[in-house]
Each structure stands twice: as structure tokens, then as C-alpha cells.
């Protein structure tokens, strides 16, 4: 016996494209689901990658204030935190660096000895302004190019030659400038082999050469009146003495010599004390009483000499801190210059007036007035303008009158027009408390 079993083929080939398609749409689902979830997934973690990867550019280029947020998962979040963290220490020091460095910076600036740092063939890697002020612009110039000067390139010389410190006193003509000029060898200065300092030392040698001047001076005023007692001391014992008349006169100006050298020695002594600080008797005065004083002493001498002297002073002025004596001599000093280089029909006024936190004390004459390229210096010890030599002065009245007020806690100042006249004021500190004279 058989069983035949069958059926068609086309059902069969039905079925199988039936299975086939449902397994491509499963699989094509199942990967699309996988793509995407993928994607996902990639997103999450590469999107703090990226922002790492901008902050780390950015940082690159000297922005340092990056912080990126963390992210995606515990690695990523890790990383994030120690680029912060790294940023913030990087950010720590470079403060750190620019604030030290801008302080040094700051201290060099401001030095006023001028500060050279040259490499090992002497060529200027740095230079402050004060240095700039002497060598002029000269970064990446050779020094001894740049200087000019064959005793500041031989000194420079000597101390590359040697490794060692070379110091000397250098004369600038052209600047009328001394400068003490130092050079030393830099240990570990990463390309600074040398450094240079130039100490300006002008004010000390004018100084210097005033006070030798002044030796000069003093000698030459001390023996002027010397020979003048000794020639009519000589005068009135070859005979002289046996004419009432004439000894009289001899003696008179024996007398007129020795009171210039008890003024000299006497200058001499008070500008001494008023220097030792020890001279000054503070009290509390009316300044306009002073004035008036110094005023009434002097009017004999304007009225002789055709000079109008008038006090301008309101009556209530604060009273002020001060030496009535020493006060009464700086303004004494300023109004017998101020008659003295004041012609017949000129005028000399003395002007008190408060001026916020000052008393300010002037006198203003119509007189010779002074050049300007004398005007700085006349406050200087035994300074005398070349003029007025003639006039027989010692040069320390000004100076006298300049210690006074710097002993009050003030100070001095002059302005002139040549033939015009001059005004010298005396600024004074006025007590924040100070009472008004009345
Ligand atoms: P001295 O004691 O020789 O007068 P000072 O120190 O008082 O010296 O003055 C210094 C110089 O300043 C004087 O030689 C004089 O030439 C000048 N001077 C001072 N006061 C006046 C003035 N009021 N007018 C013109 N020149 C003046």
C-alpha cells in the first residue's frame, strides 16, 4: 500500500517569503534600534569629551579661567575634574608669576639709580628708566656703544675681563651728570652675565664743590676786612692817631669791618644750630605781630634807600606753631634781600594769608629780579649770584631762611623776572586746631 502526500509548492514558497520578510524587518528594526541607541550612547560620552577638547584648546591659547562640567560617565567625569583642578593650579601660579613679577618690575621702575643688565659680550638685555634716562632707548645695544664714554667701556672692560665687581666716579660732560657707576658679575642670571648700576651722584659733588667754594669764599670775606682793620690799625700808629679828626674816622670804619665779621661768624653759628635741629623754641604766636616786627625794623633802612615797605596782613590769621625768633629771622633775611636788590622809588610788600592747611608769608619786591638760571640754586649754602658780589653777601641768608622753614615743617619757594622782581614764600603748616590770631 503507498500514501501519496502533497502539496503545492507555491504554498511552501509562500510561507518562506512570509518568514523571510518578517526576519528582514525584525533584523532591520533590531539594528536600527541598535544604531540608535548606539548613537546614544556616543553621544553621551563624547559630548564632555568635546567640551574638554574646546577648554583644552582654549587653555592652549592663554585663556586660563576654564572650568568644564562634569559628564557622561565616571571616567569622563574624572578627567573633567582634573582638567579643572589643573586649570585652577595653572591659573594659581601664573597670578602668582605675574603679581612677583610685576612687584619686581614695579621695584625697578621706580629705583632712581639706573639698572643695566648686560649679556656676556656686553650687550644691554635690560634697562630701567632711570638707566634709560642716561643711556637713552638701548635695549639689544652694545654698553659701551650705548654709553659713549671710554672710562664707563674701560670699567665695563675690566669687569668682564676679570668676573669681577668694577666701580668708578664717571663724569658725563654732555649731561653735566657724575654717576657712580658699579659693575657687577651676575651669578645664574640666564643670560645676564653683568649688572650695571648708575648711582647719580651730581647733587653730592655740587654740593661738594659749593662747600670748597665756600671755604674759598669765607677766606677771601674774612680776610677782606682783616686787611681793612690792619691797614688803619698800621695808619693810625705811623701817626695817624695824633689827628683827633682822622682817628675818629679810622676808627669808625675799623668799627664797620668788625661788625661784618661778627655778621659773618654769626651767620655761620645760626646756620649751624638751625642744621643740628637743636635752635628751634616752638610756641604758640600771632604771625602778624612777627611781621609787623620784622617790618618796623626794616623801615629805616627802606626809608633811606626810597623804598615803599608795607605789611599786608589781615588781623585774623591763624595763630601757628613756630619760633618766633628764628621766624622773625627768615622773614628779616627775605626783606633785606628784598631792599637790597630794590632800587629807589621800588617797593617791597610783605603778604600774609591762609591758604587751606598753610600760612603762607611773602615778600615781593620791584627790584632786580633774578635769572632764571640762577633761580634754583640760591637757596644753596654760599650760594651768591655772580652779580652780587659786589654786594659783599655771604650767600647763606637764603639758606638760613630755607633751614628755618624745613624746621617748621615748611618750606620756601622763589619766583623772579629778571628786572621785574622777585616773591619769596614761606609756607607754613597752619595747626588743624589753630585759634585765629584775634
Ligand atoms: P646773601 O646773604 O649773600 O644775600 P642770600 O642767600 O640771601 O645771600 O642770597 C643769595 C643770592 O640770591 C644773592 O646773591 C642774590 O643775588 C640773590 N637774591 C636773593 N634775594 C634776592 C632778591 N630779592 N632780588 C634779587 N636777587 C636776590
Same mark, same amino acid.
Request: charged share 20%.
Given at each position: 500500500?503507498a500514501?501519496?502526500?502533497s502539496?503545492?509548492?507555491?504554498?511552501?514558497?509562500?510561507d518562506?517569503?512570509r518568514?523571510?520578510?518578517?526576519v528582514?524587518?525584525?533584523?532591520?528594526a533590531?539594528?536600527?534600534?541598535?544604531?540608535?541607541i548606539?548613537?546614544?550612547?556616543a553621544? !553621551?560620552?563624547?559630548?564632555p569629551? #568635546?567640551?574638554?577638547?574646546?577648554?583644552s584648546r582654549?587653555?592652549?591659547?592663554?585663556?586660563l579661567?576654564?572650568?568644564?562640567?562634569?559628564?557622561g560617565g565616571?571616567?569622563?567625569?574624572?578627567?573633567?575634574?582634573?582638567?579643572?583642578?589643573?586649570?585652577s593650579?595653572?591659573?594659581?601660579t601664573?597670578? @602668582?608669576?605675574?603679581?612677583?613679577?610685576?612687584r619686581?618690575?614695579?621695584?625697578? #621702575?621706580?629705583?632712581v639709580? /639706573?639698572?643695566?643688565?648686560?649679556?656676556?659680550?656686553?650687550?644691554?638685555?635690560?634697562?630701567?628708566?632711570?638707566?634709560?634716562?642716561?643711556l637713552g632707548?638701548?635695549?639689544g645695544?652694545?654698553?659701551?656703544?650705548a654709553?659713549? #664714554?671710554?672710562?664707563?667701556a674701560?670699567l665695563?672692560?675690566?669687569?668682564l675681563?676679570?668676573?669681577?665687581?668694577?666701580?668708578g666716579?664717571?663724569h658725563?660732560?654732555?649731561?653735566?651728570?657724575?654717576?657712580?657707576?658699579?659693575?657687577?658679575?651676575?651669578?645664574?642670571?640666564?643670560?645676564?652675565?653683568?649688572?650695571?648700576?648708575?648711582?647719580d651722584?651730581?647733587?653730592?659733588?655740587? &654740593?661738594?664743590s659749593?662747600?670748597?667754594?665756600?671755604?674759598? #669764599?669765607?677766606?677771601?670775606?674774612l680776610?677782606?676786612?682783616?686787611?681793612?682793620?690792619?691797614?688803619?690799625v698800621?695808619?693810625?700808629?705811623? /701817626?695817624a692817631?695824633?689827628?683827633? =679828626?682822622?682817628?675818629?674816622?679810622?676808627?669808625?670804619r675799623?668799627?664797620?669791618?668788625?661788625?661784618?665779621?661778627?655778621?659773618?661768624? =654769626? %651767620?655761620?653759628?645760626?646756620?649751624?644750630r638751625? %642744621?643740628?635741629?637743636? !635752635?628751634?623754641?616752638?610756641?604758640?604766636?600771632?604771625?602778624?605781630?612777627?611781621?609787623a616786627?620784622?617790618?618796623d625794623?626794616?623801615?629805616?633802612m627802606?626809608?633811606?634807600?626810597?623804598?615803599a615797605?608795607t605789611?599786608?596782613?589781615?588781623?585774623?590769621l591763624?595763630?601757628i606753631?613756630?619760633?618766633?625768633?628764628?621766624?622773625?629771622?627768615?622773614v628779616?633775611n627775605?626783606?633785606?634781600?628784598?631792599?637790597?636788590?630794590?632800587?629807589?622809588?621800588?617797593?617791597v610788600?610783605?603778604? !600774609?594769608?591762609?591758604?587751606?592747611?598753610?600760612l603762607?608769608?611773602?615778600?615781593? +619786591?620791584?627790584?632786580?629780579g633774578? +635769572?632764571p638760571? =640762577?633761580?634754583?640754586?640760591?637757596?644753596?649754602r654760599?650760594y651768591?649770584?655772580?652779580?652780587?658780589?659786589? @654786594?659783599?653777601g655771604?650767600?647763606?641768608?637764603?639758606?638760613?631762611?630755607?633751614?628755618?622753614?624745613?624746621?617748621?615743617?615748611?618750606?620756601?619757594? &622763589?619766583?623772579?623776572?629778571?628786572?621785574?622782581?622777585?616773591?619769596?614764600?614761606?609756607?607754613?603748616?597752619?595747626?588743624?586746631?589753630?585759634?585765629?590770631?584775634?
Amino acid at each position: 500500500a503507498a500514501v501519496r502526500v502533497s502539496t503545492p509548492t507555491s504554498a511552501v514558497a509562500a510561507d518562506l517569503r512570509r518568514i523571510a520578510a518578517t526576519v528582514a524587518i525584525t533584523g532591520g528594526a533590531a539594528t536600527l534600534a541598535a544604531v540608535i541607541i548606539a548613537a546614544v550612547i556616543a553621544g !553621551a560620552v563624547a559630548r564632555p569629551l #568635546n567640551r574638554l577638547r574646546e577648554a583644552s584648546r582654549a587653555l592652549a591659547s592663554g585663556a586660563l579661567d576654564q572650568n568644564v562640567a562634569a559628564g557622561g560617565g565616571a571616567e569622563v567625569a574624572d578627567l573633567a575634574a582634573s582638567f579643572n583642578e589643573m586649570s585652577s593650579r595653572l591659573r594659581e601660579t601664573i597670578d @602668582t608669576l605675574a603679581e612677583e613679577r610685576s612687584r619686581l618690575g614695579a621695584l625697578l #621702575n621706580s629705583s632712581v639709580d /639706573g639698572l643695566v643688565a648686560l649679556d656676556a659680550h656686553g650687550v644691554i638685555r635690560y634697562l630701567n628708566p632711570a638707566a634709560a634716562a642716561v643711556l637713552g632707548e638701548a635695549g639689544g645695544r652694545p654698553f659701551a656703544e650705548a654709553a659713549r #664714554n671710554h672710562e664707563l667701556a674701560a670699567l665695563l672692560q675690566q669687569a668682564l675681563g676679570a668676573s669681577r665687581t668694577a666701580a668708578g666716579t664717571i663724569h658725563l660732560p654732555t649731561r653735566d651728570t657724575w654717576l657712580l657707576a658699579r659693575f657687577s658679575p651676575v651669578q645664574g642670571g640666564g643670560g645676564w652675565a653683568m649688572l650695571v648700576i648708575l648711582h647719580d651722584i651730581t647733587d653730592i659733588r655740587r &654740593a661738594e664743590s659749593a662747600r670748597r667754594d665756600f671755604v674759598a #669764599n669765607v677766606s677771601h670775606e674774612l680776610r677782606t676786612p682783616l686787611a681793612g682793620i690792619k691797614a688803619v690799625v698800621e695808619t693810625l700808629r705811623d /701817626g695817624a692817631l695824633a689827628d683827633p =679828626e682822622a682817628s675818629v674816622e679810622f676808627l669808625g670804619r675799623v668799627d664797620a669791618e668788625v661788625d661784618r665779621l661778627v655778621q659773618l661768624v =654769626e %651767620e655761620l653759628l645760626q646756620l649751624a644750630r638751625i %642744621e643740628s635741629g637743636t !635752635a628751634l623754641r616752638v610756641t604758640d604766636i600771632a604771625p602778624r605781630e612777627v611781621l609787623a616786627g620784622c617790618v618796623d625794623r626794616f623801615s629805616h633802612m627802606a626809608e633811606r634807600s626810597g623804598v615803599a615797605l608795607t605789611l599786608n596782613a589781615p588781623a585774623n590769621l591763624p595763630r601757628i606753631q613756630a619760633d618766633p625768633a628764628q621766624l622773625a629771622q627768615a622773614v628779616s633775611n627775605l626783606v633785606h634781600n628784598a631792599l637790597k636788590f630794590t632800587g629807589e622809588g621800588g617797593e617791597v610788600v610783605v603778604t !600774609a594769608a591762609r591758604d587751606g592747611e598753610e600760612l603762607t608769608i611773602s615778600v615781593r +619786591d620791584s627790584g632786580s629780579g633774578i +635769572d632764571p638760571a =640762577e633761580l634754583p640754586r640760591i637757596f644753596e649754602r654760599f650760594y651768591v649770584v655772580d652779580r652780587a658780589r659786589s @654786594t659783599r653777601g655771604t650767600g647763606l641768608g637764603l639758606a638760613i631762611v630755607k633751614h628755618i622753614a624745613r624746621a617748621h615743617g615748611g618750606s620756601v619757594e &622763589a619766583i623772579s623776572t629778571l628786572g621785574r622782581g622777585s616773591t619769596f614764600t614761606i609756607r607754613l603748616p597752619v595747626p588743624a586746631t589753630a585759634a585765629t590770631s584775634r
